[in-house]
């Protein structure tokens, strides 16, 4: 199994998707509360419209700032999905981060601590 650094622990935890650039709020909730769940050393949870994604979890840094890349798989509206993204802790204690479906569409996104 592998071990996080110690700076993992402050994006441990879940995160509410407040915001996706391309996205409009509404659609966020569809199905659940849209959310990003960082969990463990290497595990979490993306939802948000009719997506749900298990993510693989690699904690380092992006351009000087500690980071937590990912990889995921799960499905959109029943099939079946997968992709990547990041995230970095972002200003008034956000995370901020993009995320990427294989073959589709990215967005930029915003979360909030729960």
């Known amino acids: 199994m592998a071990k996080a650094p110690a700076f993992a622990k402050a994006f441990a935890g879940h995160w509410r998707i407040v915001e996706m650039d391309i996205w ?3 659609f ?3 199905v659940e509360e849209a959310h990003l769940t960082l969990s463990g050393a290497t595990d979490g949870e993306i939802a948000f419209g009719a997506l749900k994604g298990f993510l693989d ?3 380092g840094s992006r351009d ?3 980071c ?3 990889s995921w798989e799960g499905y959109d509206d029943n099939d079946p999905a997968c992709g990547r993204g990041w995230a970095v802790l972002g ?3 956000r ?3 993009h995320f990427y479906i294989h073959n589709g569409d990215d967005s930029g996104f915003v979360c909030e601590r729960r």
Do not use: C, H, K, M
């Open 68 to 70: 937590a890349e990912f």
């Open 95 to 97: 995370l901020v981060g």
């Open 91 to 93: 200003t008034a204690g």
């Open 24 to 26: 409009s709020n509404d």
């Open 28 to 30: 966020l909730d569809l």
């Open 64 to 66: 000087g700032a500690a």
């Open 57 to 59: 979890v690699r904690y």
